[in-house]
C-alpha cells in the first residue's frame, strides 16, 4: 500500500500508470539474465527496477536499456514476483519523454518519429517513406539503400502510399493522445 | 441491582494510539448500573488484573466489562482474574476495541466514539449475564496420530512412552515418511536412515502403539475427547497375518518396470512391492493399477497372470481382498501429514501453478528435483550413492544447483519461502564435493536463508570451504546443446550477464503440503491456508492447537519445516495431548444450547440445522412411564455454541447460554440505532 | 463457408505480401473466407506505445471498433505485431475501465464494447487441425523444419490467453507434424529475432538472428518456418547482411508457416508468393511442389 503521507516517489508514480509496485522486486536478475540486449547495454532490467525504486528517474532517463528494448516480453514471462519489468520500461520511457522529449538515442527517435508520422498521414505504414524519412531524420545513412532495388524487384515496396478512407478519425486519435507532429 | 466495573485497556500504544482510552472510562462510568470505570496501559498484566480484582471485592461488583483485545486474545485471562475474585467467571466479559476498532481506524476521534459504543453494549450484555458452570465430559485417553513420517512417529511415540495407547495412521504402504529417502541431513551431515530406521522400528513394536499403515482416514465424529474415527484400511492384495516378508512375490512378478516412487522415478520397482528395503511393515503391496491380473480383470478378461501367488508358500497373496473399514475411539487426533515437493512442469491441481518451461524439466533427462538428487546421494538409492547423471550414467563434473524453484515464485508457485532449501542445497554441493572430488558445484540464488543453530556456520562452510560458487541471481533458461546443458544466468552482484556448461542441474523444489490435505482438514473440521496448510489456533502462544479443540498439528503439514522443527513440534503434540489426558475429565466452557422442555413444540428443526450433529431427541414420560412427548436436547459435549439452532428455533424454546436473545437485543438497543 | 475477420496489417500489403497472398490461398483452400476490417489502419506496432501508454491502445482499438461494427466476432492478425498490440489493447481496456472509457471518447464510439476475440495463425490453425491434416495433398515427408515463435505469438499469457505454453509451447510443431513435416527439437525457438530495430541498430538485429539460424542449423532444420513478418524479415531480408559480416554462411529459407501449410496442400510457390523471398525457398520447393505437378 502507498503510504497515505509523504512525497509521491517515482515508484509511486509507476504504480498508478501501471498497476505495477516496482518494490516488489526481488532483484533476483532473472529478466536481466534472459534478456537479448543485456549483452550491449550497461543498464539491464533488473537495474532499472532497481533504480525505479529508489526514485532515480535521471539514472533511468540516461540507461540505455530503457532506449534499446525490443519489447520482447521475455523479463515480464519469466518474472518470479509477477513485476511485468516489459511494462514498467514502457511507463518509464513515456515519463521520461513526457519532460525530455528528446532523451532518445537518435536513431531511435527517428524511427519512431518517422513511423508515426507516417501513420498520421496515411492511415498506415508507408514502407519507402518511412525508410526515407528515417534517412533523413539522421539514421545511418547508407546502411539500408542498396538493399531498395532488391526490394522493389520482389513486388515488396509500393511507390506510393495507400490512404484510409477515415484519415480523419486516426488524426483526430493522435491529437487526442497529445501527439505533437514529428 | 446491576453494579457492573469496566476496565479500559490501551494495549501499550495498539489501542492508545487511537482511541482516548481515558474519555472512554469517563463516558461510560456515567452509564447507569456502571459503578467503576477505569483505564490503565496494560490491563493483562498482573497489576491490571489486580486492578480488576480489587475492584470486584471492593466494590461488590456483578458484573465486570474489560474493554480490550479479542476475546480469543485474553477472555480467558480475565475470566481467570473474577473468578480469583469470588465472581462468576461467566459475569466477565469482553469489548473488543482493538481488532475491531483501533487497528482498523485512523480518526481518533471516531475511533473514541465508536470504542464507548461498543464497551456500552457490553455493559449492557453484562448487566443480563447468568451465572454459569463450566461443563465436565470424560476423555477417551487414547490418541490418532495421522501421518508416519518423522513428526508422526516422533508424536507417536512420545505420547506411547507417557504412557497412552496410540493409533498411527499411515496413507503410504511404509511408514517413514520423505525422511526414509534423504542420503544425509544437515547441518551435521549424519545418515538419515541411521537415525530414521530405529524410530521406525520401534513404532512397529511398541506395545502401545496400533499401527495402520496403507490406510487412511475416512470420517471423523465427535469433540475433543470423544473421537469417533472411521480408518479405511485399504487393500494390499497381502494378508498380513500370512505373510512373513520374505519377498519371493516380488522376485517373481514379471511387470518389474514400475517407476518407483520412493526412488522419485529414477529407479524401477515390480507391481507386487515393498517400497524400500527398510519398510516398516515389511510387507508387500499390490498395485492393481499395475499389475497384470488387475488389469486384465478391469477389461473383463479372465486372471492370467499369478507368478507372486505361485511364488508364495505361505498362501498370503489375496487377490479377492477388499478395503475395510475399522472403528477407533480416541481423544485427542496429532494431524502430521507432511509434504510433497513442488511437481516443475506439471499440473498440480492448482490452475495458478505453471511450472518452469524455461528449465526444460521432464524434457532434459539431466535436468532433475532436489529430492532426486537426495536419491542418487543415498548409499540405498539407484546409483548406490554414486552421483551419476541420468541420461547417460555419467560422473557430472560441472553441478548446477538453482535455488527457489517454486518458492519466493508467485507467477510459477507461491510467494512464500519453503525454508529448507537455501540449507539442502549447500549440502547438496557437499555430497557432491564428498563423492566427486574434482567436480564444480555452482548454485544460483536469490537469498542464503540460514537461520538455525549451526545452519550459517553450515552454508558458510559449503563456500569457503568445500568450494561451492554462490551466484546471486535467479536463471533465465536451460537449454541443451549436445550433451552439454548450457546455462544462461545473471550475476546481480557482478552485474554480469553468466553463460555456463553444465553436465547436470539440480532444482531445489518448493515445500507444499500433502494433496488431499483439505479433504482431511474438512473431516476434522480445522482451518487451512490458501496454500493447504494446516493453520495454528494461535501463531505464537498456540503453535500446534488447530482451530478445533483437541486437534493438533505437527511438522511440515503446518508449515515448510526441517526435521529439527517438525521433531520439536511433535514432541510438542505429545506433551499437549498428554497433559490433555492428564485427566478422566474435561471442562468445556458453558457456552452452549439449552432447550427449554416445556416450551419445545418436538419439530426438530433444529436437529436439521445442527451443523455440528449435537440436537438428540429426549422423551418425556409421565408417572406411569409412559412417552408423553419428545423433545430436543442439545449434547453439551458436542454443540460449539453457534447460535443457529437459537436463531432458527420457531417456537423460541432453545437458546445459547451467555448469549441469549434478551441480551443481543440488549447490545444493539444500547448503541441507540 | 467458414468466414473470419481479418486484419492484414500494414507488412502484409507490403514487404510481407507473400505472407498475404500465402494466407488467403491457405484459407480459401481450407474452405474459409476472409473478411477485412474495413478501411483499417496500423496498430501503431512498435512505436505507438512507446510514445505513451493511450496512443498504443487507442490505435488497435480503431481497428477492433471497426470490426465490431462490422459484426465480427473474431479477426485474425497474422502479423505478430498486430496479433500482440490488438490483443494487448482488448486485454488493458478489458483490465482498465477507465481506460477503456477514455479510449471510447478518443474514438468517438460510445457504444464500442470490446468483445472481438483476435485470433493468430497458431491458434486459428491448431484448431482446424484435423481439416488441415485431411486436405493435405503433398506430405512434406522427411521435411525437418524449425519452429520459430519469436516473442509475441505466445506471450504474455494474459495477453494471449495463455493458448499455448509460454515456455514450452507445441502449436506450431503440432501444425507443421499435421503438414508431415518433421519439427527439430532446438533451443532458440523463443528468442527475439531483434524486431522493432531492425532499421535503428541493424548489428543488434544481425547478432540475434544469426544465433537463431545458427541454432536452427544445428539442430538439424532445413528451413526455419514463422509466423511473424517481422521475424520473416529479420532472418530472410537480413541473412545477406549476416553473410556479409561472416556472422552467418550459406543458405536457410524462412518460410512463412502459411506457406509451408499451403505447399502442402498442393498450392503453387508462386500463387503463395514463394519468390519473393530474398533467401532462395527452391531446396524445399523443389521436393514438394513437383509432387504437385508444378514448379514454383
Known amino acids: 500500500m502507498n503510504h497515505p503521507h509523504g512525497p509521491e516517489t517515482l515508484a509511486d508514480r509507476v504504480r498508478q500508470r501501471t498497476g505495477i509496485n516496482v518494490r516488489r522486486c526481488y532483484q533476483c536478475g532473472k529478466c536481466s539474465a534472459g534478456c537479448p540486449m543485456a549483452e550491449e547495454t550497461a543498464v539491464r532490467p533488473h537495474d532499472v527496477m532497481r533504480m525505479a525504486s529508489q526514485d532515480d528517474l535521471e539514472g533511468i532517463r540516461q540507461a540505455d536499456g530503457l532506449w534499446y528494448c525490443l519489447t520482447c516480453e521475455t523479463c515480464s514471462v519469466r518474472c518470479p514476483n509477477q513485476c511485468d519489468p516489459a511494462r514498467v520500461l514502457d511507463a518509464l520511457r513515456e515519463m521520461a519523454q513526457e519532460d525530455h522529449p528528446d532523451d532518445a538515442p537518435r536513431p531511435l527517435r527517428a524511427f519512431h518519429r518517422s513511423f508515426l508520422d507516417q501513420v498520421r498521414s496515411h492511415g498506415r505504414l508507408f514502407e519507402m517513406g518511412l525508410i526515407m524519412a528515417f534517412k533523413t531524420r539522421g539514421g545511418p545513412l547508407f546502411a539500408d539503400v542498396t538493399t531498395a532495388p532488391g526490394m522493389l524487384s520482389r513486388g515488396k515496396l509500393h511507390l506510393a502510399p495507400t490512404r484510409i478512407r477515415d484519415l480523419q478519425e486516426v488524426r483526430r486519435i493522435f491529437e487526442a493522445c497529445g501527439q505533437r507532429e514529428g | 441491582?446491576?453494579?457492573?466495573?469496566?476496565?479500559?485497556?490501551?494495549?501499550?500504544?495498539?489501542?492508545?494510539?487511537?482511541?482516548?482510552?481515558?474519555?472512554?472510562?469517563?463516558?461510560?462510568?456515567?452509564?447507569?448500573?456502571?459503578?467503576?470505570?477505569?483505564?490503565?496501559?496494560?490491563?493483562?498484566?498482573?497489576?491490571?488484573?489486580?486492578?480488576?480484582?480489587?475492584?470486584?471485592?471492593?466494590?461488590?461488583?456483578?458484573?465486570?466489562?474489560?474493554?480490550?483485545?479479542?476475546?480469543?486474545?485474553?477472555?480467558?485471562?480475565?475470566?481467570?482474574?473474577?473468578?480469583?475474585?469470588?465472581?462468576?467467571?461467566?459475569?466477565?466479559?469482553?469489548?473488543?476495541?482493538?481488532?475491531?476498532?483501533?487497528?482498523?481506524?485512523?480518526?481518533?476521534?471516531?475511533?473514541?466514539?465508536?470504542?464507548?459504543?461498543?464497551?456500552?453494549?457490553?455493559?449492557?450484555?453484562?448487566?443480563?449475564?447468568?451465572?454459569?458452570?463450566?461443563?465436565?465430559?470424560?476423555?477417551?485417553?487414547?490418541?490418532?496420530?495421522?501421518?508416519?513420517?518423522?513428526?508422526?512417529?516422533?508424536?507417536?511415540?512420545?505420547?506411547?512412552?507417557?504412557?497412552?495407547?496410540?493409533?498411527?495412521?499411515?496413507?503410504?504402504?511404509?511408514?517413514?515418511?520423505?525422511?526414509?529417502?534423504?542420503?544425509?541431513?544437515?547441518?551435521?551431515?549424519?545418515?538419515?536412515?541411521?537415525?530414521?530406521?530405529?524410530?521406525?522400528?520401534?513404532?512397529?513394536?511398541?506395545?502401545?502403539?496400533?499401527?495402520?499403515?496403507?490406510?487412511?482416514?475416512?470420517?471423523?465424529?465427535?469433540?475433543?475427547?470423544?473421537?469417533?474415527?472411521?480408518?479405511?484400511?485399504?487393500?494390499?492384495?497381502?494378508?498380513?497375518?500370512?505373510?512373513?516378508?520374505?519377498?519371493?512375490?516380488?522376485?517373481?512378478?514379471?511387470?518389474?518396470?514400475?517407476?518407483?516412487?520412493?526412488?522419485?522415478?529414477?529407479?524401477?520397482?515390480?507391481?507386487?512391492?515393498?517400497?524400500?528395503?527398510?519398510?516398516?511393515?515389511?510387507?508387500?503391496?499390490?498395485?492393481?493399477?499395475?499389475?497384470?491380473?488387475?488389469?486384465?480383470?478391469?477389461?473383463?478378461?479372465?486372471?492370467?497372470?499369478?507368478?507372486?501367488?505361485?511364488?508364495?508358500?505361505?498362501?498370503?497373496?489375496?487377490?479377492?481382498?477388499?478395503?475395510?473399514?475399522?472403528?477407533?475411539?480416541?481423544?485427542?487426533?496429532?494431524?502430521?501429514?507432511?509434504?510433497?515437493?513442488?511437481?516443475?512442469?506439471?499440473?498440480?491441481?492448482?490452475?495458478?501453478?505453471?511450472?518452469?518451461?524455461?528449465?526444460?524439466?521432464?524434457?532434459?533427462?539431466?535436468?532433475?528435483?532436489?529430492?532426486?538428487?537426495?536419491?542418487?546421494?543415498?548409499?540405498?538409492?539407484?546409483?548406490?550413492?554414486?552421483?551419476?547423471?541420468?541420461?547417460?550414467?555419467?560422473?557430472?563434473?560441472?553441478?548446477?544447483?538453482?535455488?527457489?524453484?517454486?518458492?519466493?515464485?508467485?507467477?510459477?508457485?507461491?510467494?512464500?519461502?519453503?525454508?529448507?532449501?537455501?540449507?539442502?542445497?549447500?549440502?547438496?554441493?557437499?555430497?557432491?564435493?564428498?563423492?566427486?572430488?574434482?567436480?564444480?558445484?555452482?548454485?544460483?540464488?536469490?537469498?542464503?536463508?540460514?537461520?538455525?543453530?549451526?545452519?550459517?556456520?553450515?552454508?558458510?562452510?559449503?563456500?569457503?570451504?568445500?568450494?561451492?560458487?554462490?551466484?546471486?541471481?535467479?536463471?533465465?533458461?536451460?537449454?541443451?546443446?549436445?550433451?552439454?546443458?548450457?546455462?544462461?544466468?545473471?550475476?546481480?552482484?557482478?552485474?554480469?550477464?553468466?553463460?555456463?556448461d553444465a553436465d547436470m542441474v539440480v532444482l531445489a523444489t518448493a515445500v507444499r503440503p500433502q494433496p488431499g490435505i483439505e479433504a482431511l482438514a474438512q473431516k476434522l473440521n480445522v482451518s487451512y491456508d490458501r496454500h493447504g496448510f494446516i493453520n495454528e489456533a494461535h501463531p505464537k502462544l498456540r503453535p500446534v492447537e488447530t482451530s478445533t479443540a483437541g486437534v493438533f498439528v505437527a511438522g511440515a503439514c503446518q508449515a515448510p519445516r526441517d526435521i529439527p522443527d517438525s521433531v520439536a513440534m511433535a514432541s510438542a503434540t505429545a506433551s499437549k495431548v498428554l497433559g490433555l489426558f492428564a485427566s478422566e475429565m474435561l471442562e468445556r466452557e458453558p457456552t452452549v444450547a439449552v432447550v427449554d422442555d416445556a416450551r419445545c413444540a418436538g419439530c426438530f428443526h433444529c436437529e436439521r440445522v445442527c451443523p455440528y450433529g449435537a440436537v438428540e431427541r429426549r422423551e418425556i414420560r409421565n408417572r406411569a412411564g409412559q412417552v408423553v412427548r419428545v423433545v430436543a436436547y442439545v449434547n453439551p459435549g458436542v454443540c460449539q455454541g453457534c447460535g443457529t439452532c437459537q436463531a432458527t428455533c420457531p417456537s423460541k424454546s432453545v437458546e445459547l447460554q451467555g448469549f441469549t436473545d434478551e441480551q443481543v437485543f440488549q447490545q444493539i438497543q444500547a448503541l441507540g440505532l | 463457408m467458414a468466414s473470419i475477420g481479418y486484419f492484414p496489417g500494414c507488412s502484409l500489403h507490403g514487404t510481407s505480401r507473400e505472407y498475404d497472398e500465402s494466407l488467403r490461398a491457405l484459407l480459401a483452400a481450407l474452405g474459409t473466407s476472409v473478411e477485412e476490417i474495413d478501411d483499417w489502419s496500423c496498430c501503431g506496432a512498435s512505436s505507438a506505445h512507446q510514445g505513451g501508454r493511450l496512443l498504443g491502445v487507442a490505435l488497435p482499438a480503431r481497428n477492433l471498433a471497426r470490426a465490431e461494427a462490422q459484426g465480427l466476432s473474431e479477426v485474425l492478425a497474422p502479423c505478430a505485431a498486430c496479433y500482440s498490440r490488438l490483443a494487448a489493447s482488448r486485454y488493458e481496456m478489458d483490465r482498465d475501465p477507465a481506460l477503456a472509457a477514455k479510449v471510447r471518447l478518443v474514438l468517438a464510439r460510445e457504444d464500442f464494447r470490446n468483445r472481438v476475440q483476435v485470433r493468430n495463425l497458431l491458434q486459428v490453425l491448431r484448431d482446424r487441425l484435423a481439416d488441415l491434416k485431411a486436405a493435405v495433398r503433398v506430405p512434406l515427408k522427411d521435411l525437418r523444419v524449425a519452429a520459430y515463435y519469436g516473442c509475441l505469438l505466445v506471450r504474455p499469457p494474459e495477453v494471449t490467453g495463455a493458448f499455448d505454453d509460454p515456455e514450452a509451447p507445441s502449436s506450431m510443431e503440432d501444425i507443421c507434424r499435421a503438414l508431415g513435416a518433421t519439427p527439430v527439437a532446438w533451443n532458440r525457438r523463443l528468442d527475439c529475432c531483434g524486431a522493432s530495430l531492425s532499421l535503428a541498430r541493424s548489428p543488434s538485429v544481425i547478432r540475434l538472428g544469426s544465433a537463431i539460424l545458427q541454432d536452427a542449423r544445428k539442430a538439424g532444420a532445413e528451413a526455419v518456418v514463422t509466423a511473424c513478418p517481422m521475424c520473416h524479415s529479420n532472418l530472410d531480408f537480413r541473412q545477406g547482411a549476416m553473410r556479409n559480416r561472416g556472422a552467418f554462411e550459406g543458405e536457410m529459407p524462412v518460410l512463412f508457416l502459411s506457406e509451408l501449410a499451403g505447399l502442402a496442400l498442393g498450392i503453387p510457390p508462386k500463387a503463395l508468393g514463394l519468390q519473393r523471398h530474398f533467401v532462395p525457398t527452391g531446396s524445399v520447393t523443389s521436393r514438394f511442389a513437383a509432387a504437385a505437378g508444378e514448379v514454383g
Open chain 2, 1 to 500: 441491582m446491576a453494579r457492573i466495573g469496566v476496565f479500559v485497556c490501551h494495549c501499550g500504544e495498539n489501542i492508545g494510539r487511537t482511541v482516548d482510552c481515558a474519555r472512554v472510562a469517563e463516558a461510560i462510568r456515567n452509564l447507569p448500573g456502571v459503578v467503576h470505570s477505569v483505564d490503565y496501559k496494560y490491563m493483562c498484566s498482573d497489576p491490571g488484573q489486580q486492578m480488576v480484582k480489587q475492584a470486584i471485592a471492593e466494590q461488590g461488583l456483578t458484573g465486570v466489562v474489560v474493554a480490550a483485545c479479542s476475546p480469543h486474545m485474553h477472555e480467558k485471562t480475565f475470566r481467570r482474574a473474577a473468578s480469583g475474585a469470588g465472581l462468576n467467571p461467566f459475569l466477565c466479559e469482553m469489548a473488543n476495541i482493538r481488532e475491531h476498532c483501533s487497528w482498523i481506524h485512523e480518526d481518533r476521534e471516531a475511533a473514541t466514539a465508536k470504542a464507548i459504543d461498543i464497551a456500552r453494549t457490553l455493559v449492557e450484555k453484562v448487566k443480563r449475564n447468568r451465572p454459569l458452570q463450566t461443563i465436565q465430559i470424560p476423555v477417551t485417553r487414547r490418541a490418532l496420530v495421522i501421518g508416519g513420517g518423522i513428526a508422526g512417529i516422533q508424536a507417536a511415540l512420545d505420547i506411547a512412552d507417557g504412557g497412552r495407547e496410540v493409533v498411527l495412521v499411515e496413507k503410504e504402504p511404509s511408514i517413514g515418511g520423505h525422511m526414509s529417502q534423504l542420503s544425509e541431513t544437515f547441518p551435521t551431515l549424519d545418515c538419515s536412515q541411521c537415525i530414521l530406521t530405529p524410530r521406525m522400528v520401534e513404532v512397529y513394536q511398541h506395545p502401545r502403539i496400533r499401527l495402520y499403515a496403507y490406510s487412511e482416514v475416512e470420517s471423523v465424529q465427535g469433540y475433543i475427547g470423544n473421537f469417533r474415527v472411521a480408518i479405511r484400511r485399504k487393500a494390499r492384495s497381502v494378508d498380513e497375518e500370512k505373510c512373513n516378508g520374505c519377498g519371493a512375490c516380488t522376485q517373481a512378478c514379471p511387470n518389474r518396470k514400475v517407476p518407483s516412487e520412493f526412488e522419485c522415478g529414477l529407479g524401477k520397482r515390480p507391481a507386487i512391492y515393498v517400497p524400500f528395503p527398510q519398510a516398516v511393515p515389511n510387507l508387500p503391496t499390490i498395485d492393481r493399477s499395475r499389475c497384470l491380473l488387475f488389469l486384465n480383470r478391469a477389461k473383463g478378461r479372465p486372471d492370467t497372470c499369478k507368478k507372486c501367488a505361485e511364488a508364495c508358500s505361505k498362501g498370503a497373496i489375496d487377490f479377492d481382498q477388499q478395503d475395510r473399514i475399522v472403528t477407533e475411539e480416541v481423544g485427542a487426533i496429532v494431524v502430521a501429514t507432511g509434504y510433497q515437493v513442488y511437481s516443475i512442469g506439471k499440473q498440480t491441481g492448482r490452475d495458478d501453478i505453471q511450472g518452469y518451461g524455461e528449465y526444460g524439466y521432464g524434457t532434459l533427462p539431466d535436468v532433475i528435483d532436489g529430492l532426486q538428487f537426495e536419491r542418487l546421494a543415498s548409499a540405498s538409492g539407484p546409483t548406490a550413492g554414486r552421483i551419476l547423471r541420468p541420461s547417460d550414467g555419467k560422473e557430472p563434473r560441472r553441478v548446477v544447483f538453482l535455488q527457489c524453484i517454486g518458492s519466493r515464485d508467485p507467477a510459477k508457485g507461491m510467494e512464500y519461502c519453503s525454508k529448507i532449501c537455501c540449507m539442502y542445497v549447500a549440502k547438496h554441493t557437499m555430497l557432491y564435493k564428498h563423492k566427486v572430488h574434482d567436480g564444480q558445484a555452482t548454485v544460483f540464488y536469490m537469498d542464503i536463508r540460514a537461520a538455525g543453530k549451526g545452519y550459517d556456520e553450515f552454508t558458510r562452510r559449503a563456500i569457503e570451504e568445500e568450494g561451492a560458487r554462490y551466484v546471486r541471481g535467479r536463471v533465465s533458461r536451460i537449454w541443451r546443446d549436445g550433451d552439454v546443458l548450457k546455462v544462461e544466468g545473471f550475476d546481480t552482484l557482478s552485474g554480469r550477464p553468466i553463460r555456463m
